[in-house]
C-alpha cells in the first residue's frame, strides 16, 4: 500500500471518528479500551513489519483521536448556568455580519460584560432584533433581555447548529442599542461596508426580483427574495443556487477557467485571475468562515486544473477537509454549506472525465468539434458532475425530489457563472460610476431574466416536486460513493 494512500485512510479515519461522536456519545471506557487494542495492533504489526496489520491500528487510533477531538469541543463550552433564564443588561460586541431576514436581524454577540461586571470568559449570543436600526460587525452593543438556552425542533437538533458557531445562548427581541464601536474590528468594518456598497450598486443597476435574486448568487442574501420565487426555488430543486455553500463558488471557479482559456488567455494567466476572483469574491462577502471554507474548497479545483491530475487531488481534497473539520469538529454534519462545497470540488474532480464521455457519446461529437461551444460544454460538464454529487445532499436536506430538478439544473445553472460574472461587474462598476454599473446590469438583467422564467417554468410543471423521505438519499449516496470509489481505486498512486 503506498504512503499517500495510507496517509488517505488517516484523514477518512479522523473524519470517521468525528463523524461517529457527532452521532453518539461513545463511554470514555470504551475510548480507552479501543485505544489500548489499538495501539496494541500497531506495535505489533510494526514488530513484525506486517504493514495491514499496523496501518489498521494507526487508523483506528486516528478514528478515537477524532472522536476525542469532538469531545473536547463539547468540553471547552463556556458555562454560561449563571444568566441562564435571566433577565440582563449586557454588553458586547457584533462579532459577524448580522443575517437579515426579512422582518428580522440576528446579532452574533460577544458578550464580555453582565450586569456591569467584566466575565471572565466571554461568550456568544444570538441576539434576534427588529430590522432597525440596522447595526453591523464591530458595533458595541448595549442590550437588555432574557438569554436562555436554544431549543431543538422536532426534526432539527437547534443546539447543535449554533454549537458549530460557538453560541449557546439567545435573546428575542432585546432592548438594544449601539453604544459604539470596537477598535480591533477596522478592517471587518471596512469590508462590511464595501459590501453593503456593493449591495446598492446592485439595486441600482437591476430591478427587483433581479436585484434580489442577484443578491443571493452572489452574497448568498436572501432576506428581499419574494416568498413565491423562493417557493419556485423549492419545486424546480435549485435552492442551492442562492445558498453561499461553496457550490456556487467552485462552478464559478471552474467555469471562469474554461472561459478565459477558451478566449485563448493563457493558462497561467487564466489561473491567476481565477484565484484573484476567488479571493475579492471572499473579501467581497466578508470574510467569514464560512465562505473562506467554500473559497478552500474552489481553490483546489483550479489546482487540480492547473496540475492537470484531478485524480491526484484526493489526498489534497481530503487534507482541506480535515483541517476544517479539525478547527471546527461541528461542521462536518452540522454545516451544509460545508458539505456542499465538499460534495460539489469532489463531483468535478472525480466525475468530470466521465460525465464528459456520457456527453460526448450522446451528442456523438468530439471535442475539437465544438468550436466555440467548448466553454459552455465544460461548464455543462463541471455543473452536472457537482449536480450529481450533490443530490443526495440535497434530497436529505430538503425531503423531496424535485423530478424537474436535472432538466432545471441544466437550463439554470450553465448561466449561472454568466449571471454571476455580470452582476459582479455591475456591482463593481458601480463604484466608478452608475451609469457604468446601469449598462452592465443590462447585461445580467438579460441571463437572469432568462433564469427566472426558467425556474418559473419548471416549477409549474404539475408533479414537478415530490416528497420523499430523507431515506431515499441514502442508497444514492452509497451508489455514488461505489463509483467514486471505483474510479479513483485503480489509481493507487494518488500524490498529496
Request: hydrophobic letters at 55%.
Amino acid at each position: 500500500m503506498s504512503k499517500s494512500r495510507i496517509f488517505l485512510f488517516i484523514l477518512l479515519a479522523f473524519s470517521a471518528g468525528v463523524g461517529v461522536r457527532s452521532f453518539v456519545f461513545v463511554p470514555h471506557a470504551l475510548v480507552w479500551a479501543v485505544g489500548i487494542g489499538a495501539v496494541t495492533v500497531f506495535t505489533l504489526g510494526v514488530l513484525r513489519a506486517r504493514q495491514d496489520t499496523w496501518v489498521i491500528g494507526l487508523c483506528l487510533i486516528v478514528l478515537l483521536t477524532g472522536i476525542f477531538r469532538f469531545d473536547v469541543n463539547e468540553r471547552d463550552r463556556p458555562d454560561v448556568s449563571a444568566w441562564q433564564g435571566k433577565n440582563v443588561e449586557a454588553r458586547g460586541i457584533v462579532w459577524e455580519a448580522p443575517r437579515r431576514d426579512g422582518a428580522v436581524q440576528r446579532l452574533k454577540i460577544k458578550t464580555r460584560m453582565v450586569d456591569g461586571v467584566p466575565v471572565d470568559e466571554p461568550f456568544f449570543v444570538l441576539a434576534t432584533v427588529r430590522p432597525y436600526p440596522r447595526y453591523y460587525i464591530g458595533d458595541a452593543i448595549l442590550f437588555e433581555g432574557v438569554i436562555e438556552m436554544p431549543e431543538n425542533f422536532s426534526d432539527f437538533d437547534y443546539i447543535s447548529y449554533l454549537a458549530r458557531d460557538d453560541i449557546f445562548l439567545v435573546t428575542t427581541f432585546p432592548r438594544a442599542e449601539k453604544i459604539g464601536q470596537d477598535e480591533t474590528w477596522r478592517l471587518a468594518v471596512v469590508l462590511a461596508g464595501i459590501k453593503d456598497a456593493f449591495e446598492s450598486n446592485i439595486d441600482n443597476a437591476l430591478p427587483e426580483p433581479h436585484a434580489a435574486f442577484m443578491k443571493g448568487l452572489l452574497l448568498g442574501e436572501r432576506a428581499s427574495l419574494p416568498e413565491e420565487l423562493i417557493e419556485n426555488f423549492r419545486i424546480a430543486g435549485v435552492s442551492h443556487v442562492v445558498a453561499l455553500s461553496g457550490y456556487n463558488i467552485t462552478i464559478v471557479g471552474a467555469s471562469l477557467m474554461s472561459v478565459l482559456l477558451w478566449m485563448t488567455v493563457p493558462f497561467v494567466v487564466s489561473f491567476r485571475i481565477a484565484i484573484g476572483t476567488i479571493t475579492l469574491f471572499i473579501l467581497m462577502t466578508g470574510a467569514a468562515a464560512s465562505v473562506v471554507r467554500a473559497g478552500i474548497m474552489g481553490v483546489l479545483v483550479l489546482v487540480a486544473k492547473k496540475e492537470g491530475r484531478p485524480y491526484h487531488m484526493t489526498n489534497t481534497l481530503a487534507f482541506a477537509a480535515a483541517a476544517m473539520v479539525f478547527h471546527s469538529p461541528y461542521i462536518l454534519r452540522f454545516d451544509a454549506g460545508f458539505q456542499l462545497s465538499f460534495l460539489a470540488t469532489a463531483g468535478i474532480l472525480y466525475l468530470s472525465p466521465h460525465v464528459e464521455r456520457w456527453t460526448d457519446r450522446i451528442v456523438r461529437a468530439k471535442k475539437e468539434s465544438y468550436g466555440w461551444g467548448l466553454s459552455v460544454r465544460k461548464i455543462f460538464i463541471e455543473t452536472m458532475s457537482a449536480q450529481i454529487m450533490v443530490l443526495p445532499l440535497l434530497i436529505w436536506l430538503f425531503g423531496s425530489v424535485s423530478l424537474a430538478s436535472p432538466l432545471a439544473n441544466i437550463a439554470v445553472l450553465i448561466t449561472v457563472p454568466y449571471a454571476m460574472g455580470a452582476g459582479f461587474a455591475a456591482g463593481m462598476l458601480g463604484f466608478v460610476s452608475p451609469l457604468l454599473g446601469t449598462i452592465a446590469g443590462w447585461g445580467a438583467w438579460v441571463v437572469l431574466e432568462y433564469q427566472l422564467r426558467a425556474i418559473a417554468f419548471f416549477a409549474g410543471i404539475p408533479f414537478a416536486s415530490v416528497g420523499v423521505g430523507a431515506w431515499v438519499a441514502v442508497p444514492i449516496a452509497v451508489i455514488l460513493g461505489i463509483t467514486v470509489w471505483n474510479i479513483w481505486k485503480p489509481s493507487g498512486n494518488t500524490r498529496v
